[in-house]
């Protein structure tokens, strides 16, 4: 992980937490866009490998993936270049 991913506070960790535990997959996607935009794309991968998936039980972790799958997995850099 690297430096900058660290010195993210974990409020930014706290609405991709409630939206994936209210199953409210519009509002993770806003939330992640909000991150790209501010971080970048090199931070929410790091973010998302080291902070937030490992914070995910079975159950979330299963539906966020069928989340991606269903609509395709479109990458985060794509939906960058999209703004």
């Known amino acids: 992980m690297s430096e900058t991913t660290t010195q993210i506070p974990v ?3 706290i609405p991709m937490l409630s939206a994936i535990s209210d199953r409210n997959w519009e509002r993770f996607k ?3 866009n909000q ?3 501010i971080h970048g794309v090199e931070a929410w ?3 998302f490998a ?3 998936k490992p914070a995910l039980d ?3 972790d ?3 993936l069928q ?3 269903s609509e395709g997995i479109i990458s985060v850099k794509n939906v960058v270049n999209a703004l």
């Open 11 to 13: 409020s930014e960790l």
């Open 30 to 32: 806003e939330v992640e």
């Open 35 to 37: 991150f790209v935009a």
């Open 45 to 47: 991968e790091d973010f």
């Open 50 to 52: 080291f902070r937030l």
């Open 58 to 60: 079975r159950e979330s």
């Open 62 to 64: 299963r539906w966020l």
């Open 67 to 69: 989340q991606w799958c």
